[in-house]
């Protein structure tokens, strides 16, 4: 499924949009558009959670942040998904935060609304389900990325992970940010970055990732961009149970 350009319409989010029709006219009526600025708090570690957010056009990234202010992503979330899992999980908060890392269009839900779909037992609830899933996959095998590959292959896994969740094949993402969503020094950022650059896989000036031979990037990439994209793949795309069914 591509990615979608529309960020006005809430059903360019993979989760709407796969909702039936009797589902989508309760959920349609409570969505409020909610446009997502570069660098918004959506929510923060062990602090309540009052809604939870669809992206359509937008990119958030969830971080683990330490006791002394440092930080890693162990999450990126965009048109596929929905950012606040816990609150339909029943957890109400989670020790990470969540970060705007591309500002564009988004639509949210409140805590009560979600919940209360959530125990509806419907298509809604196995969607949800299915989605925490596909991201508890891109957490865990994020860890394994950042224990035991290069940060070259790991920035080719964030670049791509990035690009899979927006329309064309531009960032707009400063090395200093993608240093502090891996965890690492803006050094090594800056030194991987070239690196790919010179090969002739990327395009870095001011800020702007232009991805000019994705399937090199690919090459360059460790097996955990392509574990995390075939199990969303998977969870995603299979039909899901009719409406009602329990």
Not at 80 to 94: I, N, Q, Y
């Amino acid at each position: 499924m591509p990615a979608p350009t529309d960020a006005q319409s809430p059903r360019s989010n993979r989760l709407l949009a796969a909702l039936p029709a009797d589902e989508w006219a309760r959920w349609a009526g409570q969505l409020e558009s909610a446009p997502l600025q570069l660098g918004q708090v959506l929510y923060e570690s062990g602090r309540p959670q009052s809604h939870v957010y669809f992206p359509t056009t937008a990119i958030v990234s969830l971080l683990y942040v330490l006791e002394d202010g440092g930080s890693a992503e162990i999450a990126v979330v965009g048109y596929e998904g929905v950012v606040g899992v816990s609150l339909f999980m029943g957890g109400e908060t989670t020790p990470s935060r969540a970060v705007v890392q591309s500002a564009g269009g988004c639509f949210r839900l409140s805590a009560a609304a979600i919940k209360t779909e959530f125990n509806r037992y419907g298509v809604g609830m196995h969607l949800l389900l299915r989605y925490t899933q596909a991201l508890l996959t891109q957490m865990s095998q994020t860890a394994v990325c950042n224990r035991h590959h290069l940060l070259e292959q790991q920035l080719c896994r964030w670049l791509l992970l990035s690009l899979d969740r927006i329309s064309g094949d531009e960032l707009v993402m400063t090395q200093e940010l993608i240093a502090n969503m891996l965890g690492v020094r803006r050094e090594g950022v800056t030194e991987a970055a070239l690196k790919l650059q010179k090969l002739g896989l990327i395009d870095y000036a001011r800020g702007h990732i232009t991805v000019i031979d994705r399937a090199g990037l690919e090459k360059r990439s460790c097996e955990c961009y392509g574990v995390v994209k075939d199990e969303y793949d998977r969870l995603l795309n299979r039909p899901l149970p009719l409406p009602h069914a329990h």
